[in-house]
C-alpha cells in the first residue's frame, strides 16, 4: 500500500484501544499520514497517536503533494470526509467504497483531541461533580453561618430598636398591689396603641394577657390568682395601626 499523500510505502503499525484490543493501521513514516479501515480511527486513543507521530520520521522533509489522493487500497479518489464528530478545522479524506479513512498527522491529532475532550467531558462531570460538591459543601455551610449570623444580629438589633421603641412610647407606668394575690398595671402611650402583656415568675413560663384589645392611649390590667409574697417578670407589647409590634425589656413587679 501506498501513501496518498507522498506515495512512499505505508507501514503495518499495531495500536492498542484503551479497551486492550489491538488492531493495526497503515502509517507512512514520511509524511507522518494514518490510514484507517471504517471505524478504526474512532478506536485508537490519543496517545497513540502521539505514538504514530514518534514514528514518524522525516516530516521536515518536502514531498510532492498529490492533487488528487487515492485510495491505497482500491485508488478511488479520496473525498474529504463530513461529520458532526469532525471539527471544522479538521480535514479527514475518506474512500466512499472502501469506507476507509486517511488523515494527516496534524489533522489526526487535532481530530483525537477534540474526540478525546468531548468524551471526557463527560467523564469529568460525573467524577468531578462529588468532589465539587465537597468542595462546596463548606463554602456553603460557611455562607449559611454567615447569612445565620447576620440575620440573628439583624433581629437582635431589631428586637432592640423596638424596645427602645415600646420604652419611648410608654409613660407613666404604674403597678400597684391591690390585694395580696391581685396587681394593677396601667400606663399611657403617646399615641393610641394596641397592648398586651405577658407575665410569669420565671422568662420561661410567662402568661399572656390582653390589656387593650383597641388602640388607645389609656392601658389598664388587673392581674388576679397571684402567688402572695412574690416577685414577677413582665413585658408590655405594644402594636401600631400597621400590626407591627413592639415589646418592652424585662420588667418586674411583686405581690407584697
Ligand atoms: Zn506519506
Ligand atoms: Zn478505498
Not at 507522498?6 to 514520511?30: A, M
Request: proline share 4%; with cysteine.
Amino acid at each position: 500500500m501506498f501513501c496518498p499523500a507522498c506515495n512512499n510505502q505505508l507501514q503495518k503499525i499495531s495500536v492498542t484501544t484503551k479497551e486492550g484490543g489491538r488492531f493495526e493501521v497503515d502509517h507512512c513514516g514520511y509524511c507522518g499520514g494514518t490510514w484507517f479501515d471504517p471505524y478504526e480511527i474512532n478506536r485508537i486513543p490519543f496517545h497513540e497517536v502521539v505514538t504514530l507521530a514518534n514514528l514518524t520520521v522525516q516530516t521536515r522533509k518536502i514531498y510532492a503533494k498529490r492533487k488528487v489522493q487515492l485510495c491505497p487500497n482500491d485508488h478511488c479518489p479520496l473525498d474529504p470526509f463530513k461529520g458532526d464528530a469532525v471539527p471544522k478545522d479538521v480535514r479527514l479524506l475518506w474512500c466512499k467504497r472502501c469506507l476507509g479513512i486517511w488523515a494527516t498527522q496534524k489533522d489526526l491529532w487535532e481530530f483525537k483531541k477534540h474526540q478525546e475532550e468531548t468524551v471526557s467531558a463527560y467523564d469529568v462531570a460525573s467524577k468531578f461533580f462529588p468532589a465539587l460538591s465537597v468542595a462546596f459543601i463548606p463554602v456553603l455551610t460557611f455562607l449559611f453561618l454567615l447569612a445565620t449570623t447576620f440575620t440573628t444580629i439583624f433581629s437582635v438589633q431589631q428586637q432592640k430598636e423596638a424596645r427602645i421603641f415600646a420604652e419611648s412610647r410608654i409613660s407613666h407606668l404604674v403597678t400597684q398591689t391591690i390585694q395580696p394575690d391581685t396587681v394593677s398595671i396601667t400606663f399611657i402611650t403617646q399615641v393610641p396603641l394596641i397592648s398586651s402583656i405577658v407575665y410569669g415568675q420565671s422568662s420561661l413560663e410567662m402568661t399572656e394577657a390582653v390589656i387593650s384589645e383597641v388602640s388607645t392611649q389609656t392601658h389598664a390590667v388587673i392581674l388576679s390568682n397571684l402567688k402572695e409574697n412574690t416577685d414577677y417578670l413582665f413585658r408590655l407589647t405594644l402594636e401600631d395601626n400597621n400590626g407591627k409590634t413592639y415589646t418592652t425589656d424585662l420588667k418586674t413587679f411583686s405581690t407584697r
